[in-house]
């Protein structure tokens, strides 16, 4: 009995002389181990004390690559700006690599396969995300690592990461995005870390859309893996990219946005039909639209290379309105017109006979002595100038007349007005129609496409 402890503490210091030199646990006659502690596996991998030797790339030979299998899993969509062009997202990341110098024999430790250990202790990978912007204070990396007993080390770790992403809002709100979140290296290249992924893509999307406890207005369509190299200054750097499809849930800017514009379309064309108050109908028509212009405004960024066809949609039913109103301003003034040449014309004729008539109506004065003689050529000339006045009104008449002939016939203007009118509101039908048809086809076809798009994979899944 006293050799065999001599001989279990000779095994001891053994272990504790270098790092990867396997542990004697001295055996009864029953064949256990006597050391079946988790502080045996430490002082056997000499964990248990600082070691700088640990600290570097656990490879026993340096030309070997370290394979680093990294799965990240979606479980939650907080925001996506549109004009800031980032997503904030909350991730779980799975870290897995082998250390060459952490193993040991589970059958000489009572069978342990596994241990926990601070990761302060041992060398883990310096991966980064290259379209992270998220304060530090966000990510939440777990202290501890697990060794397995074939030296596979495990780390985990959840973000609450806040990544640029380059946003197409030309089919806004029936878009789809796709938003990269890439891994590497930052200090070591291909020859030195390799990445990987311990899961398909196929089983992370399955495994995300399962755990999701908040998505907004965004529903996850799958995540896409690429592993690729990318070229540095001092070589190629190993990188992993997530790919991250996201749809939109369009309903809130439909019933907010959409409906209401066409509901203003369709109230002005229904304007055609009423006379009173048309005007006032149409401006107040013209600046509901504003409104939600405004709104518009300050949701999508002005950084764009093309239009959103919801901001098309909007500016093109904002200038149908405003030229309807200017067509009915047209038509009003015409209206307007017609009555005041009416008027004017009868002004002039009743102004011509009072100036006829008070032009001739006098006869110069003559004295009482004269009187008696110059009666009956008085009477007669009286009777000559009645003629005369009544010639001259047949005159202004028909001269008023020619005029209103020449310039315009009576309602002339008002049926002028009505044809302006009927013609306009003809063609602001039709193209009213097929613009809406045409931007119904746009969005629609992208959204049956994105549909299909999610079907397949789900279906592939």
């Known amino acids: 009995m ?54 570097i ?44 110098f952490l193993t040991w024999n589970s059958s000489d430790f009572c069978g342990i396969d596994k241990v926990v250990i601070p990761k302060s202790k041992l060398w883990h990978p310096d ?45 806004f709100p029936f878009d789809t995005q ?36 908040t998505a907004g207005e965004w529903e996850l369509v799958n995540l896409t893996i690429l592993e690729y190299s990318s070229k540095k200054s001092d070589g190629f750097q190993s990188c992993l990219a997530y790919t991250v499809t996201l749809v939109r849930k369009p309903m809130l800017y439909v019933i907010n946005l959409l409906v209401p514009m066409l509901y203003f379309l369709m109230l ?15 401006v107040t028509i013209v600046l509901s639209i504003s409104v939600l212009l405004l709104i518009l405004k300050d949701m999508l960024p002005s950084t764009e290379r093309y239009m959103p066809l919801i901001a098309n949609y909007s500016v093109t039913v904002f200038i149908m309105v405003g030229l309807s109103l200017l067509e009915a301003m047209l038509v009003d003034f015409l209206m307007g017109l017609d009555d005041y040449r009416a008027q004017r014309t009868r002004r002039s004729i009743n102004t011509q006979v009072e100036i006829q008539l008070e032009a001739n109506g006098h006869t110069e004065p003559v004295e009482a002595g004269e009187k008696s003689q110059v009666k009956p050529m008085t009477r007669r000339r009286e009777g000559d100038l009645l003629k005369l006045i ?52 746009i969005w629609i076809g992208g959204v049956c496409l994105t549909a299909v798009s999610k079907c397949s994979n789900q279906d592939y899944i």
């Open 2 to 55: 006293t050799h065999c402890l001599k001989g279990c503490a000779h095994a001891e210091l053994k272990a504790n002389s270098h790092v990867g030199t396997k542990g004697s646990g001295c055996s009864s006659r029953h064949g256990q181990t006597s050391d079946c502690s988790y502080i045996g596996i430490l002082k056997h991998l000499n964990v248990t004390k600082p070691n700088d030797a640990l600290m």
């Open 57 to 100: 790339r656990p490879v026993v030979n340096w030309k070997r690559p370290t394979v680093v299998l990294l799965d990240m899993l979606l479980y939650g969509i907080v925001d996506l700006g549109e004009k800031t062009q980032t997503v904030t997202s909350h991730i779980w990341i799975h870290l897995r690599w082998r250390d060459e």
């Open 127 to 171: 991966i980064g995300i290259l379209e992270d912007i998220s304060d530090t204070g966000s990510i939440q990396q777990s202290p501890m690592v697990k060794v397995t007993s074939g030296g596979l080390v495990t780390a985990q770790g959840r973000q609450r990461l806040t990544s640029t992403c380059e946003l197409d809002l030309y089919l």
């Open 178 to 213: 796709n938003c990269n979140i890439s891994f590497s290296s930052v200090n070591y290249n291909v020859e030195e870390i390799q990445l990987g992924t311990m899961n398909s893509d196929e089983i992370l999307t399955s495994v995300s859309e399962a755990l999701m406890i």
């Open 268 to 282: 002005d064309l229904a304007t055609f039909f009423i006379r009173d108050e048309k005007l006032n109908f149409k």
């Open 390 to 441: 009544l010639e001259e009104v047949k005159a202004a008449r028909q001269e008023t007349g020619r005029q209103c002939k020449d310039e315009s016939k009576p309602g002339c203007y008002a049926r002028l007005a009505e044809i302006i009118d009927y013609v306009y509101f003809v063609l602001y039908a039709i193209t009213v129609v097929i613009y809406l048809t045409l931007m119904y086809a």
